[in-house]
């Protein structure tokens, strides 16, 4: 290889650093495809993690350009011809560098998520919506209850966008409780319901699980999305997840601490035809190991996405002391 040739490999190999991504994006480029396209191949030579709302570079590129235009996805062919001003490639550079080399989700920079075609405000006080419970809720969550259930639990409701989907869904026919032990948390889900309209609809409810409700209320279907990732996966997770709340996302050796608390009490807050809906995702079969004999409807989900099962209040009440002897063993360790 000739000394020329070997340093213009030298050069591909080497990831651009903030200052040449800054300097190109806003000298340089100037149409959206310009820019989604050189935004590609940093993320790509960075090699950055992605999965909070995307799942590839192009996606994660355009979702940031399309913030700072102001814009909702997704781009049409007239949009990715369009010019840049010198603003928002200043902006756009910015966001950029800080993707790559603080690991921050695009999200949290741009503020904004989408969750069953809806957008909520997110920053790093919440976990990013992305939950596969999304699916069920576009459908009603139909074939698992055959009417608009007139009262909702969403458990663990971080930004709200689960309660507020569930809300806009049923048109104001149904009352949401977003319960959250963290008190930041509420804040942002308190925007997001304002942002809708909602709080006369959807209300925020601080409390640990179920510690704060009062007793004897009922609920037609219990919606959970709690924290289920287990150490390993924990220990093993790419930076841009680190950035979220940990309290969002651990859950215990094995992932089940909040998931069997919730298995221990969801059937004393349902009515007698009630249903409780729970994600657990990559810890699903750490659950089916722990209780064996009991029958987990796993929802077969279209969209992508696994861990979410489904279990009736007759089925919680007839594995109540399975589930409340696996509850005391986690309060026990707290």
């Not at 010019?83 to 949290?108: C, D, G, M, N, Q």
């Not at 037609?220 to 969002?248: F, G, H, K, S, T």
Request: contains cysteine; negative net charge; hydrophobic residues 45%.
């Amino acid at each position: 290889m000739t000394p020329d040739l070997a340093a213009i490999h030298q050069q591909l190999d080497s990831p651009p650093t903030a200052e040449v991504i800054t300097k190109a994006i806003c000298e340089e480029l100037f149409t959206v495809q310009d820019v989604v396209r050189y935004c590609v191949s940093c993320f790509s030579a960075h090699h950055i993690f992605v999965g909070h709302g995307t799942d590839n570079y192009w996606d994660e590129a355009l979702e940031i350009v399309q913030a700072c235009m102001h814009l909702q996805p997704p781009c049409d062919e007239s949009t990715l011809a369009s010019r840049l001003t010198s603003f928002e490639r200043a902006l756009i550079a910015r966001i950029v560098v800080k993707r790559i080399f603080e690991r921050l989700p695009v999200p949290y920079l741009t503020h904004r998520a989408f969750f069953c075609g809806h957008e909520f405000y997110v920053d790093d006080r919440v976990i990013i919506p992305r939950s596969p419970i999304g699916e069920l809720i576009e459908q009603g969550f139909s074939p698992y209850i055959d009417r608009h259930p007139e009262r909702v639990l969403d458990m663990c409701t971080g930004s709200g966008c689960i309660a507020v989907a569930i809300a806009l869904r049923f048109n104001g026919d149904t009352e949401v409780d977003a319960v959250d032990i963290s008190p930041a948390a509420l804040e942002v889900a308190r925007i997001n319901i304002e942002g809708y309209g909602l709080e006369h609809q959807v209300f925020p409810i601080q409390s640990d699980l179920f510690d704060a409700l009062p007793a004897g209320d009922k609920y037609d279907l219990i919606v959970a999305n709690p924290p289920y990732v287990d150490a390993d996966d924990l220990a093993d997770m790419p930076a841009e997840y680190r950035a979220e709340p940990d309290i969002a996302l651990g859950s215990g050796v094995d992932g089940l601490n909040c998931a069997k608390r919730i298995l221990a009490r969801a059937a004393d807050f349902l009515t007698d035809e009630g249903v409780l809906i729970m994600e657990v995702g990559n810890s699903a079969e750490a659950l089916s190991d722990a209780f064996e004999q009991v029958p987990f409807h796993f929802v077969d989900l279209k969209k992508g996405g696994t861990g979410v099962f489904l279990l009736s209040a007759e089925q919680l009440k007839a594995y109540h002391d399975l589930f409340a002897a696996a509850a005391a063993e986690v309060q026990d360790a707290r």
